[in-house]
């Protein structure tokens, strides 16, 4: 079962424009900034109060995923991340259930987090993480 909302993902045009913007006037605090070299991503953790935490997402390739969403959608909402206590064991479950996976099983996420990505198909349109903590 799904604990709490872990973050809320974003994709920005301008990552350090939206940094700014977050910490500068609606005060967040930073907790963690990550390059995927890799997928070609950049991501800022932004939080308030380490309770509530946005996730921005920045490409740092035209091919990246979010380069494809910012060109199909624009900025905007990218994913819902909830916090599960056994990753392993919920996507096993939520698969039985007929949820569409995109990750049969998880990765390695930020700050040594395991991650598996939800189809929209499966949540009414909204793309869900899951992430276990370390
Ligand atoms: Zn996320």
């Given amino acids: 079962m799904f604990k709490e909302i ?15 913007q977050y910490t ?11 390059s995927l070299d890799k997928q070609g991503i950049t991501l800022a953790f932004l939080s308030l109060k380490g309770e509530t935490t946005v ?6 390739r035209d091919d990246s995923v979010v380069a494809k969403h910012l060109s199909k959608r624009g900025p905007g909402l990218h994913h819902i991340c909830y916090r599960v206590e ?4 919920e996507l096993i479950r939520l698969e039985k259930l007929g949820y569409r996976l995109i990750d049969k ?4 996420g930020a700050a040594g987090s395991k991650i598996a990505f939800l189809h929209p198909q499966s949540f009414g349109g909204v ?3 899951l992430c276990q903590r370390v």
């Fill in 6 to 20: 872990d973050h809320i993902g974003i994709c920005v045009a301008n990552i350090e424009d939206s940094i700014k």
């Fill in 24 to 34: 500068e006037q609606l005060g967040f605090t930073m907790a963690a900034r990550e």
């Fill in 55 to 60: 996730e921005l997402l920045g490409s740092l």
């Fill in 86 to 89: 056994n990753i392993s064991s």
């Fill in 105 to 108: 099983t998880s990765r390695p």
């Fill in 127 to 129: 793309l869900v993480e």
